[in-house]
T-cell receptor, first 111, second 112 residues
Framework: KNEVEQSPQNLTAQEGEFITINCSYS?????LHWLQQHPGGGIVSLFMLSSGKKKHGRLIATINIQEKHSSLHITASHPRDSAVYICAVLISSGSARQLTFGSGTQLTVLP | NAGVTQTPKFQVLKTGQSMTLQCAQD?????MSWYRQDPGMGLRLIHY???????DQGEVPNGYNVSRSTTEDFPLRLLSAAPSQTSVYFCASSPWAGQPQHFGDGTRLSIL
């Protein structure tokens, strides 16, 4: 079983809709990352959070450590938001700290 | 500021050939890592380095070698290419482990 599960795997929305992507994990973590992979393949980090909520523009990320769950919300979605959104958890083991990635959510926003 | 630069962008190899994927960063980051991305799977860590002279294995290290002689460079070597190594490879760096990473544009590698 993958330590990081994302849902849904694919999501199609109309422009302007509110979007939620979910991430659940099964192990104790130090932090959680959300990343965006553009259609051309480039990957950028959106958020790193270990508690509460962070907001950047139309993007909001939340995390519930007790429930081992995080959500990424996009308000007023736009076609340029179409991308793969990836959740990754930071697991610390002794002095080692490694990211384990979910398989991503493919988001398509239609005009 | 170039960020993380990967070369080449595309490569086709025959089974058994060896090659080196190059990765360089100009942000003075201590942490560098190599991932492979396969369809339907998340990014998987191949090798990583927490500083010059220090490397360690990730989740899928077999068939790959790395070295870190300088802070800037972190090459990935395929010792004897196999079709199972057909993938997209990403190099990433961050100030230290666990921080948000800067990714290169990726290398699309096909092994025939």
């Amino acid at each position: 079983k993958n330590e990081v599960e994302q849902s849904p795997q694919n999501l199609t929305a109309q422009e302007g809709e509110f979007i939620t992507i979910n991430c659940s994990y099964s192990v104790g973590i130090s932090a959680l990352h959300w990343l965006q992979q553009h259609p051309g393949g480039g990957i950028v980090s959106l958020f790193m959070l270990s508690s509460g909520k962070k907001k950047h523009g139309r993007l909001i990320a939340t995390i519930n450590i007790q429930e081992k769950h995080s959500s990424l919300h996009i308000t007023a979605s736009h076609p340029r938001d179409s991308a793969v959104y990836i959740c990754a958890v930071l697991i610390s083991s002794g002095s080692a700290r490694q990211l384990t990635f979910g398989s991503g959510t493919q988001l398509t926003v239609l005009p | 500021n170039a960020g993380v630069t990967q070369t080449p962008k595309f490569q086709v190899l025959k089974t058994g050939q060896s090659m080196t994927l190059q990765c360089a960063q100009d942000m003075n980051h201590e942490y560098m890592s190599w991932y492979r991305q396969d369809p339907g799977m998340g990014l998987r860590l191949i090798h990583y380095s927490v500083g010059a002279g220090i490397t360690d294995q990730g989740e899928v290290p077999n068939g790959y070698n790395v070295s870190r002689s300088t802070t800037e460079d972190f090459p990935l070597r395929l010792l004897s290419a196999a079709p199972s190594q057909t993938s997209v490879y990403f190099c990433a760096s961050s100030p230290w482990a666990g921080q948000p990473q800067h990714f290169g544009d990726g290398t699309r590698l096909s092994i025939l």
